[in-house]
């Protein structure tokens, strides 16, 4: 049983193309992520999702839209899809949106890696 | 803002123990994750500290300083298993922000 799924996992496309990407957890956490890692392999956080509501943006284009349809799920949507969004995306997911510790980590999804050409 | 700096790659012997070290400088200190990540896979917990001194697991010990904004993850009879990417991230309080990782390569 898959933890943190996401769907899918290989993903090329032109440039200006919309492309979505899907997450989910059955860990039963509250919080969610959206993470990106370029091509020089920084892991770095772009959304994140508490029980539905958003609680982080970090500054990502308004081109990247999540979506959370309830605490189980978070959607990534890329609208007119660029060159420098080819990385890999991943999906996380900890137990609530509280300060991480040993108690409270972040599980990863095994990762979307998305292609623009 | 945050910086988090540690070396990009090592190699070590099978059998041998390797330290990766980590340097941070950051706004918020909530403790600091050390994740492994092998190629094409999902980064995976490794390891936590929040108060200064050596948390020991299994192979893996993780040390940390906060006076010194510095820690280490040491591996101990390393196994070619141990060939993979390690992430030192900081967390300020709800978020994980990481280093670049450190690809380490075990050779026999």
């Known amino acids: 049983d898959t933890a943190v799924s996401q769907t899918p996992k290989y993903l090329v496309t032109q440039m200006g193309n919309d492309k979505s990407i899907k997450c989910e957890q059955n860990l039963g956490h509250d919080t969610m992520y959206w993470y990106k890692q370029d091509s020089k392999k920084f892991l770095k956080i772009m959304f994140s999702y508490n029980n539905k509501e958003l609680i982080i943006n970090e500054t990502v284009p308004n081109r990247f839209s999540p979506k959370s349809p309830d605490k189980a799920h978070l959607n990534l949507h890329i609208n007119s899809l660029e060159l420098g969004d080819s990385a890999v995306y991943f999906c996380?997911?900890?137990?609530?949106?509280?300060?991480?510790?040993?108690?409270?980590?972040?599980?990863f999804g095994a990762g979307s890696r998305l292609t623009v050409l | 803002g945050q910086n988090i700096d540690q070396p990009t790659e090592m190699t070590a012997t099978e059998g041998a123990i390797v330290q990766i070290n980590c340097t941070y400088q950051?706004?918020?200190?909530?403790?600091l994750f050390w994740y492994q990540q092998h190629a094409g896979e999902a980064p995976t917990f490794l390891s936590y500290n929040v108060l200064d001194g050596l948390e020991e697991k299994g192979r893996f010990s993780s040390f940390l300083s906060r006076s010194k904004g510095y820690s280490y993850l040491l591996l101990k009879e390393l196994q070619m298993k141990d060939s993979a990417s390690y992430l030192c991230a900081v967390s300020p309080y709800n978020k994980l922000i990481f280093g670049a990782g450190t690809r380490l390569a075990v050779h026999p």
């Open positions: 996380a997911s900890s137990q609530d949106s509280g300060g991480l510790s040993g108690a409270n980590v972040l599980t």
């Open positions: 950051t706004s918020g200190f909530n403790g």
